[in-house]
């Protein structure tokens, strides 16, 4: 299994408040990523990063901001909690090259009141 | 606007049968087509994924078939075993290196 984890798995927030994702991984994979999952929607990418402090936004990156001081960790921050972005959200890493799969942390499920 | 999508969100097969698992695409740009797998509770697995200038990749038991021209792809799983039961997404990649998801089809493998 990849080296990836995320935290904290779970959390409760109210809306109006900063909140903060943690991705951590012990791969040194290149690139990483933030996805969130919603019933009816799939997976959608909310940021990526190709390496340190280089980052792009995805489809949803409305709301959210994204840092990678170094090359393990991977920072996803809601500046003020909307109740729209309670969601799963996933990380995930690659290394872009052969079959381009990407490896998946567990989630942290987050529920903004 | 959802550009792969799975338009069967379940399917139900008897162990032992095949399983097919459709996804459609409207973007002709994208260069690479994956499939993930998902139980409840944890993140998405790689399970295969094929490259647009071939049409068919197989890996044991599941096989995916690729038709550009029809912008649409199908894993088959042959045969089906309980331990299959799971979420099923197709993903796309395009030339930025960003990846697009279905909605998922979740199948269920009756013993």
């Known amino acids: 299994d990849a080296g990836i984890t995320q935290s904290p798995r779970h959390k409760v927030t109210e809306t109006g408040t900063p909140v903060t994702l943690r991705c951590h991984q012990t791969e040194n994979h290149r690139y990483m990523y933030w996805y969130r999952q919603d019933p009816g929607h799939g997976l959608r990418l909310i940021h990526y990063?190709?390496?340190?402090?280089?980052?792009d936004k995805g489809e949803v990156s409305d709301g959210y901001s994204v840092s990678r001081s170094k090359t393990e960790d991977f920072l996803l921050t809601l500046e003020s909690a909307t109740s729209s972005q309670t969601s799963v959200y996933f990380c995930?890493?690659?290394?872009?090259?052969?079959?381009?799969?990407?490896?998946f942390g567990p989630g942290t499920r987050l529920t903004v009141t | 606007d959802q550009q792969v999508k799975q338009n069967s969100p379940s399917l139900s097969v008897q162990e032992g049968r095949i399983s097919i698992l459709n996804c459609d695409y409207t973007n002709s740009m994208f260069d690479y087509f994956l499939w993930y797998k998902k139980y409840p509770a944890e993140g998405p697995t790689f399970l295969i994924s094929?490259?647009?200038?071939?049409d068919k990749n197989e890996d044991g038991r599941f096989t995916v078939f690729l038709n550009k021209s029809a912008k649409h792809l199908s894993l088959h799983i042959v045969p089906s075993q309980p331990g299959d039961s799971a979420v099923y997404f197709c993903a796309a990649r395009n030339t930025g290196n960003q990846f697009y998801f279905g909605t998922g089809t979740s199948l269920t493998v009756i013993p």
């Open positions: 094929i490259s647009s200038i071939k």
């Open positions: 990063s190709y390496g340190v402090k280089d980052t």
């Open positions: 995930a890493i690659s290394e872009q090259a052969g079959s381009y799969e990407q490896y």
